[in-house]
Protein backbone atom coordinates (compact mmCIF):
# COMPACT_ATOMS: atom_id res chain seq x y z
CA UNK A 1 0.00 0.00 0.00
CA UNK A 2 1.25 3.33 -0.78
CA UNK A 3 0.28 5.32 2.62
CA UNK A 4 0.48 4.62 5.88
CA UNK A 5 -2.94 6.04 5.95
CA UNK A 6 -4.33 3.19 4.19
CA UNK A 7 -2.03 0.46 6.12
CA UNK A 8 -3.91 2.17 9.58
CA UNK A 9 -7.14 2.33 7.92
CA UNK A 10 -8.00 5.77 9.57
CA UNK A 11 -6.04 4.34 12.99
CA UNK A 12 -3.56 6.91 14.68
CA UNK A 13 -0.82 4.82 15.32
CA UNK A 14 0.22 4.63 19.30
CA UNK A 15 3.26 6.58 19.79
CA UNK A 16 5.66 3.99 21.76
CA UNK A 17 6.61 6.80 23.82
CA UNK A 18 5.52 9.02 26.55
CA UNK A 19 5.44 12.54 25.15
CA UNK A 20 5.72 11.55 21.91
CA UNK A 21 2.16 12.10 20.70
CA UNK A 22 3.10 15.82 21.86
CA UNK A 23 6.18 16.54 20.06
CA UNK A 24 4.39 15.25 16.66
CA UNK A 25 1.11 17.33 17.28
CA UNK A 26 3.80 20.55 18.05
CA UNK A 27 5.81 19.68 14.60
CA UNK A 28 2.91 18.86 12.83
CA UNK A 29 1.29 21.98 13.58
CA UNK A 30 4.57 23.77 12.98
CA UNK A 31 5.00 22.47 9.49
CA UNK A 32 1.30 24.07 9.10
CA UNK A 33 2.85 27.36 10.19
CA UNK A 34 5.64 27.16 7.79
CA UNK A 35 3.03 26.09 5.44
CA UNK A 36 4.23 22.93 4.37
CA UNK A 37 2.22 20.66 2.47
CA UNK A 38 0.84 17.60 4.65
CA UNK A 39 1.18 14.32 2.17
CA UNK A 40 -1.01 11.52 3.35
CA UNK A 41 1.97 9.29 4.37
CA UNK A 42 3.11 12.16 6.91
CA UNK A 43 2.05 11.75 10.65
CA UNK A 44 -1.06 13.65 11.18
CA UNK A 45 -3.74 14.04 14.50
CA UNK A 46 -6.40 11.76 13.58
CA UNK A 47 -8.98 14.33 14.10
CA UNK A 48 -7.17 15.91 11.22
CA UNK A 49 -7.66 13.12 9.13
CA UNK A 50 -11.37 13.10 10.37
CA UNK A 51 -11.73 16.87 9.09
CA UNK A 52 -10.38 16.17 5.80
CA UNK A 53 -12.66 12.41 5.18
CA UNK A 54 -15.60 14.61 6.19
CA UNK A 55 -14.86 18.09 4.34
CA UNK A 56 -13.21 16.19 1.08
CA UNK A 57 -16.41 13.66 1.00
CA UNK A 58 -18.98 16.35 1.40
CA UNK A 59 -17.45 17.81 -1.38
CA UNK A 60 -17.05 15.31 -3.88
CA UNK A 61 -20.86 14.42 -3.00
CA UNK A 62 -21.86 17.89 -3.84
CA UNK A 63 -19.85 17.59 -7.22
CA UNK A 64 -21.91 14.30 -8.07
CA UNK A 65 -25.25 15.30 -6.54
CA UNK A 66 -24.44 18.78 -8.71
CA UNK A 67 -24.54 16.63 -11.90
CA UNK A 68 -28.19 16.40 -11.27
CA UNK A 69 -30.22 19.89 -11.60
CA UNK A 70 -28.23 21.00 -14.48
CA UNK A 71 -28.21 17.32 -16.19
CA UNK A 72 -31.72 17.77 -16.07
CA UNK A 73 -31.76 20.51 -18.77
CA UNK A 74 -29.00 18.64 -21.46
CA UNK A 75 -32.12 17.30 -23.58
CA UNK A 76 -33.83 20.89 -23.49
CA UNK A 77 -30.95 23.05 -24.19
CA UNK A 78 -31.88 25.73 -26.68
CA UNK A 79 -29.18 24.93 -29.30
CA UNK A 80 -26.81 22.17 -30.08
CA UNK A 81 -24.07 24.61 -28.96
CA UNK A 82 -25.52 24.91 -25.66
CA UNK A 83 -26.29 21.52 -25.35
CA UNK A 84 -22.93 20.17 -25.70
CA UNK A 85 -21.19 22.85 -23.54
CA UNK A 86 -23.57 21.65 -20.76
CA UNK A 87 -22.65 18.21 -21.56
CA UNK A 88 -19.09 19.31 -21.19
CA UNK A 89 -20.07 20.88 -17.83
CA UNK A 90 -22.19 17.70 -15.93
CA UNK A 91 -19.00 15.86 -17.10
CA UNK A 92 -16.47 18.07 -15.60
CA UNK A 93 -18.33 17.63 -12.54
CA UNK A 94 -18.10 14.06 -12.52
CA UNK A 95 -14.58 14.52 -13.02
CA UNK A 96 -14.26 16.71 -9.69
CA UNK A 97 -15.83 14.42 -7.49
CA UNK A 98 -13.67 11.16 -9.22
CA UNK A 99 -10.71 13.70 -8.24
CA UNK A 100 -11.78 14.37 -4.76
CA UNK A 101 -12.61 10.71 -3.78
CA UNK A 102 -9.54 9.91 -4.64
CA UNK A 103 -8.09 12.97 -2.70
CA UNK A 104 -10.26 11.57 0.27
CA UNK A 105 -9.14 8.18 -0.34
CA UNK A 106 -5.57 8.38 0.50
CA UNK A 107 -6.71 8.97 3.97
CA UNK A 108 -7.97 5.59 4.50
CA UNK A 109 -11.43 5.86 3.42
CA UNK A 110 -12.85 3.53 0.31
CA UNK A 111 -14.61 4.96 -2.22
CA UNK A 112 -17.47 2.61 -1.43
CA UNK A 113 -17.65 3.35 2.29
CA UNK A 114 -18.44 7.04 1.39
CA UNK A 115 -20.70 6.37 -1.38
CA UNK A 116 -22.80 4.49 0.80
CA UNK A 117 -22.24 7.20 3.44
CA UNK A 118 -24.29 9.21 0.49
CA UNK A 119 -26.62 7.34 -0.58
CA UNK A 120 -28.07 6.52 3.06
CA UNK A 121 -28.51 9.64 3.40
CA UNK A 122 -25.81 9.68 6.12
CA UNK A 123 -23.38 12.17 4.57
CA UNK A 124 -24.15 15.70 3.77
CA UNK A 125 -23.58 17.52 0.65
CA UNK A 126 -23.79 21.10 -1.15
CA UNK A 127 -27.46 22.35 0.14
CA UNK A 128 -27.33 24.68 -3.31
CA UNK A 129 -28.14 21.04 -4.85
CA UNK A 130 -31.97 20.44 -3.82
CA UNK A 131 -33.78 23.37 -5.80
CA UNK A 132 -35.18 22.71 -8.45
CA UNK A 133 -33.85 23.96 -12.39
CA UNK A 134 -36.87 25.32 -13.81
CA UNK A 135 -36.35 27.14 -16.64
CA UNK A 136 -33.24 27.37 -19.13
CA UNK A 137 -32.26 30.40 -17.21
CA UNK A 138 -31.66 28.99 -14.22
CA UNK A 139 -28.47 27.04 -15.80
CA UNK A 140 -27.03 30.25 -16.30
CA UNK A 141 -28.02 30.74 -12.88
CA UNK A 142 -26.34 28.41 -11.67
CA UNK A 143 -22.97 28.77 -13.75
CA UNK A 144 -22.88 32.51 -12.93
CA UNK A 145 -23.97 32.47 -8.93
CA UNK A 146 -23.21 28.67 -7.76
CA UNK A 147 -20.34 27.75 -9.75
CA UNK A 148 -19.57 31.51 -8.98
CA UNK A 149 -19.72 30.92 -5.29
CA UNK A 150 -18.04 27.17 -5.56
CA UNK A 151 -14.52 29.19 -7.06
CA UNK A 152 -15.06 32.09 -3.96
CA UNK A 153 -14.77 28.98 -1.66
CA UNK A 154 -12.05 26.65 -3.79
CA UNK A 155 -9.42 29.21 -4.74
CA UNK A 156 -8.41 29.73 -1.32
CA UNK A 157 -8.60 25.69 -0.66
CA UNK A 158 -5.69 25.12 -3.50
CA UNK A 159 -3.52 27.02 -0.55
CA UNK A 160 -4.62 24.70 1.91
CA UNK A 161 -2.40 22.41 3.73
CA UNK A 162 -2.79 18.66 2.75
CA UNK A 163 -1.00 18.36 -0.66
CA UNK A 164 -4.12 16.01 -2.41
CA UNK A 165 -6.72 17.70 -1.91
CA UNK A 166 -4.92 21.28 -2.58
CA UNK A 167 -3.17 19.93 -6.19
CA UNK A 168 -7.04 18.66 -7.21
CA UNK A 169 -8.03 21.88 -6.16
CA UNK A 170 -6.07 23.65 -8.64
CA UNK A 171 -7.33 21.21 -11.20
CA UNK A 172 -10.86 21.82 -10.92
CA UNK A 173 -10.78 25.90 -10.13
CA UNK A 174 -9.57 25.70 -13.68
CA UNK A 175 -12.44 24.14 -15.01
CA UNK A 176 -14.69 25.86 -12.30
CA UNK A 177 -13.95 29.38 -13.95
CA UNK A 178 -15.19 28.18 -17.60
CA UNK A 179 -17.75 26.93 -15.97
CA UNK A 180 -18.76 30.66 -14.24
CA UNK A 181 -18.05 32.08 -17.31
CA UNK A 182 -20.99 29.77 -19.46
CA UNK A 183 -23.63 30.75 -16.81
CA UNK A 184 -22.70 34.11 -17.26
CA UNK A 185 -23.05 34.11 -20.99
CA UNK A 186 -26.17 32.45 -20.89
CA UNK A 187 -27.14 35.12 -18.67
CA UNK A 188 -25.67 37.97 -20.86
CA UNK A 189 -28.16 36.26 -23.78
CA UNK A 190 -31.41 36.34 -22.12
CA UNK A 191 -30.85 39.78 -20.40
CA UNK A 192 -30.26 41.33 -23.45
CA UNK A 193 -32.83 39.56 -25.56
CA UNK A 194 -36.77 39.65 -25.19
CA UNK A 195 -38.45 41.53 -22.46
CA UNK A 196 -39.84 37.46 -21.65
CA UNK A 197 -36.25 36.67 -21.62
CA UNK A 198 -34.86 39.33 -19.32
CA UNK A 199 -37.91 38.18 -16.89
CA UNK A 200 -36.88 34.58 -17.11
CA UNK A 201 -33.39 35.92 -16.01
CA UNK A 202 -34.33 37.81 -13.28
CA UNK A 203 -37.02 34.90 -11.74
CA UNK A 204 -34.25 32.48 -11.90
CA UNK A 205 -31.87 35.29 -10.17
CA UNK A 206 -34.55 35.33 -7.52
CA UNK A 207 -35.03 31.77 -6.39
CA UNK A 208 -30.66 30.98 -6.33
CA UNK A 209 -29.56 34.12 -4.83
CA UNK A 210 -30.21 33.48 -1.13
CA UNK A 211 -29.50 29.98 -1.67
CA UNK A 212 -26.04 30.66 -2.93
CA UNK A 213 -25.27 33.08 -0.16
CA UNK A 214 -25.80 29.99 2.04
CA UNK A 215 -23.09 27.58 0.40
CA UNK A 216 -20.65 29.29 2.19
CA UNK A 217 -21.77 27.84 5.22
CA UNK A 218 -23.44 28.87 8.57
CA UNK A 219 -22.06 32.06 9.86
CA UNK A 220 -18.72 32.69 11.12
CA UNK A 221 -20.22 32.50 15.04
CA UNK A 222 -22.22 29.21 14.11
CA UNK A 223 -19.62 27.30 12.67
CA UNK A 224 -18.77 24.50 14.79
CA UNK A 225 -15.84 23.25 12.68
CA UNK A 226 -13.93 26.69 11.72
CA UNK A 227 -11.71 27.69 14.10
CA UNK A 228 -9.69 24.11 14.55
CA UNK A 229 -10.02 24.33 10.54
CA UNK A 230 -8.51 27.80 10.33
CA UNK A 231 -5.80 26.48 12.51
CA UNK A 232 -4.90 23.31 10.21
CA UNK A 233 -5.21 26.09 7.22
CA UNK A 234 -7.49 23.38 5.66
CA UNK A 235 -9.61 26.86 5.95
CA UNK A 236 -7.47 30.08 4.56
CA UNK A 237 -10.88 32.52 4.51
CA UNK A 238 -13.92 32.57 6.62
CA UNK A 239 -17.36 31.68 5.84
CA UNK A 240 -18.60 35.04 6.34
CA UNK A 241 -15.36 36.38 4.28
CA UNK A 242 -16.20 34.42 1.41
CA UNK A 243 -19.50 35.64 1.60
CA UNK A 244 -18.82 39.37 1.67
CA UNK A 245 -16.52 38.66 -0.98
CA UNK A 246 -18.65 36.85 -3.18
CA UNK A 247 -21.70 39.32 -2.92
CA UNK A 248 -18.82 42.15 -3.28
CA UNK A 249 -18.03 40.50 -6.78
CA UNK A 250 -21.27 39.05 -8.32
CA UNK A 251 -23.54 42.86 -7.56
CA UNK A 252 -21.59 44.72 -10.30
CA UNK A 253 -22.23 41.75 -12.68
CA UNK A 254 -25.81 41.71 -12.21
CA UNK A 255 -25.68 45.74 -12.36
CA UNK A 256 -23.85 44.82 -16.18
CA UNK A 257 -26.97 42.71 -16.74
CA UNK A 258 -29.36 44.77 -15.51
CA UNK A 259 -31.06 42.71 -13.38
CA UNK A 260 -31.33 43.15 -9.48
CA UNK A 261 -30.74 41.42 -6.65
CA UNK A 262 -33.73 40.26 -4.65
CA UNK A 263 -32.50 41.97 -1.68
CA UNK A 264 -33.57 45.55 -0.09
CA UNK A 265 -31.59 45.95 2.08
CA UNK A 266 -28.64 45.54 -0.24
CA UNK A 267 -26.64 48.81 -0.59
CA UNK A 268 -22.64 49.55 -0.96
CA UNK A 269 -21.52 51.05 2.64
CA UNK A 270 -18.55 53.57 1.86
CA UNK A 271 -16.94 52.96 5.30
CA UNK A 272 -16.75 49.67 4.94
CA UNK A 273 -15.63 49.30 1.24
CA UNK A 274 -18.31 46.18 1.29
CA UNK A 275 -21.57 45.71 0.15
CA UNK A 276 -24.49 45.12 3.31
CA UNK A 277 -27.09 43.13 2.59
CA UNK A 278 -30.17 41.94 4.52
CA UNK A 279 -30.17 39.03 6.76
CA UNK A 280 -29.98 34.56 5.22
CA UNK A 281 -32.89 32.97 6.39
CA UNK A 282 -30.58 30.00 8.22
CA UNK A 283 -33.91 28.06 9.15
CA UNK A 284 -34.39 27.63 5.24
CA UNK A 285 -30.55 26.37 5.64
CA UNK A 286 -30.91 23.71 8.42
CA UNK A 287 -34.20 22.73 7.22
CA UNK A 288 -32.60 21.72 3.27
CA UNK A 289 -29.16 20.34 5.32
CA UNK A 290 -31.63 18.89 7.35
CA UNK A 291 -32.62 16.08 4.00
CA UNK A 292 -36.44 18.70 4.09
CA UNK A 293 -35.19 20.75 0.84
CA UNK A 294 -37.41 20.68 -2.31
CA UNK A 295 -35.54 18.30 -4.20
CA UNK A 296 -33.45 15.93 -1.24
CA UNK A 297 -35.59 12.76 -1.77
CA UNK A 298 -35.46 13.53 -4.89
CA UNK A 299 -31.75 14.08 -5.61
CA UNK A 300 -31.11 10.67 -3.39
CA UNK A 301 -33.46 8.69 -4.69
CA UNK A 302 -32.20 9.75 -8.48
CA UNK A 303 -28.51 8.73 -7.35
CA UNK A 304 -29.74 5.27 -6.06
CA UNK A 305 -31.68 4.39 -8.73
CA UNK A 306 -28.32 5.06 -10.72
CA UNK A 307 -26.51 2.95 -8.87
CA UNK A 308 -29.19 -0.09 -9.16
CA UNK A 309 -29.26 0.84 -13.10
CA UNK A 310 -25.15 0.40 -13.07
CA UNK A 311 -24.70 -2.96 -10.93
CA UNK A 312 -24.80 -5.35 -14.11
CA UNK A 313 -22.05 -3.21 -15.83
CA UNK A 314 -19.72 -3.47 -12.17
CA UNK A 315 -20.90 -7.23 -12.34
CA UNK A 316 -19.87 -7.94 -15.73
CA UNK A 317 -16.63 -5.95 -15.41
CA UNK A 318 -15.74 -7.33 -12.12
CA UNK A 319 -16.51 -11.07 -13.84
CA UNK A 320 -13.97 -10.07 -17.04
CA UNK A 321 -11.34 -9.00 -14.94
CA UNK A 322 -11.63 -12.36 -12.80
CA UNK A 323 -11.63 -14.53 -16.15
CA UNK A 324 -8.26 -12.84 -17.23
CA UNK A 325 -6.84 -12.92 -13.93
CA UNK A 326 -7.59 -17.02 -13.83
CA UNK A 327 -6.47 -17.25 -17.68
CA UNK A 328 -3.32 -15.33 -16.88
CA UNK A 329 -2.02 -17.19 -13.57
CA UNK A 330 -3.25 -20.75 -16.26
CA UNK A 331 -0.78 -19.71 -18.61
CA UNK A 332 2.02 -18.97 -15.96
CA UNK A 333 1.52 -22.21 -14.35
N1 LIG B 1 -24.49 22.68 2.53
C1 LIG B 1 -24.56 21.59 3.31
N2 LIG B 1 -23.93 21.53 4.50
C2 LIG B 1 -23.22 22.61 4.89
C3 LIG B 1 -23.11 23.77 4.11
C4 LIG B 1 -23.79 23.79 2.89
N3 LIG B 1 -23.77 24.84 2.07
N4 LIG B 1 -22.34 24.65 4.78
C5 LIG B 1 -21.99 24.08 5.94
N5 LIG B 1 -22.53 22.86 6.01
C6 LIG B 1 -22.43 21.91 7.12
C7 LIG B 1 -21.00 21.46 7.35
O1 LIG B 1 -20.68 20.40 6.47
C8 LIG B 1 -21.06 21.06 8.80
O2 LIG B 1 -21.75 19.82 8.92
P1 LIG B 1 -21.07 18.50 9.59
O3 LIG B 1 -20.48 18.92 10.89
O4 LIG B 1 -22.20 17.54 9.72
O5 LIG B 1 -20.03 18.03 8.64
C9 LIG B 1 -21.99 22.09 9.40
O6 LIG B 1 -22.79 22.58 8.32
C10 LIG B 1 -21.29 23.23 10.10
O7 LIG B 1 -20.64 24.11 9.18
P2 LIG B 1 -19.13 24.59 9.32
O8 LIG B 1 -19.01 25.95 8.76
O9 LIG B 1 -18.66 24.40 10.72
O10 LIG B 1 -18.44 23.50 8.39
P3 LIG B 1 -17.11 23.57 7.53
O11 LIG B 1 -15.98 24.13 8.33
O12 LIG B 1 -16.91 22.25 6.91
O13 LIG B 1 -17.42 24.66 6.39
C11 LIG B 1 -17.79 24.61 4.00
C12 LIG B 1 -18.40 24.42 5.40
C13 LIG B 1 -17.41 26.09 3.85
C14 LIG B 1 -18.84 24.24 2.96
C15 LIG B 1 -16.53 23.75 3.89
O14 LIG B 1 -16.84 22.40 4.20
C16 LIG B 1 -15.89 23.77 2.53
O15 LIG B 1 -15.21 24.73 2.19
N6 LIG B 1 -16.03 22.69 1.74
C17 LIG B 1 -15.37 22.52 0.48
C18 LIG B 1 -16.11 23.13 -0.64
C19 LIG B 1 -17.44 22.45 -0.90
O16 LIG B 1 -17.76 21.40 -0.39
N7 LIG B 1 -18.24 23.07 -1.75
C20 LIG B 1 -19.55 22.52 -2.06
C21 LIG B 1 -20.00 23.07 -3.32
S1 LIG B 1 -19.17 22.26 -4.64
C22 LIG B 1 -19.90 22.82 -5.94
O17 LIG B 1 -20.60 23.74 -5.77
C23 LIG B 1 -19.72 22.10 -7.22
C24 LIG B 1 -19.56 23.02 -8.33
O18 LIG B 1 -19.31 22.29 -9.44
C25 LIG B 1 -20.66 23.95 -8.56
Not at 16 to 38: L, N, T, Y
Request: glycine share 6%; charged share 25%.
Amino acid sequence: MYTQALDTHGKEPVPPVAGEADSHAARFQARIDEEEKIEPKDWMPEAYRQTLIRQISQHAHSEIVGMLPEGNWITRAPTLKRKAVLIAKVQDEGGHGMYLYSAAETLGISRAEMLEQLLSGAAKYSSIFNYPTLTWADIGAIGWLVDGAAIMNQIPLCRCSFGPYSRAMIRICKEESFHQRQGFDIMIKLCQGRAEQKAMAQDALNRWWWPSLMMFGPPDADSVHSAQSALWKIKILSNDELRQRFVDQTVPQADYLGIKMPDPLLKWNEQRGHYDFGPIDWEEFHNVIKGNGPCNRDRLRTRVQAREDGAWVREAALAYAEKRAAKAMKEAA
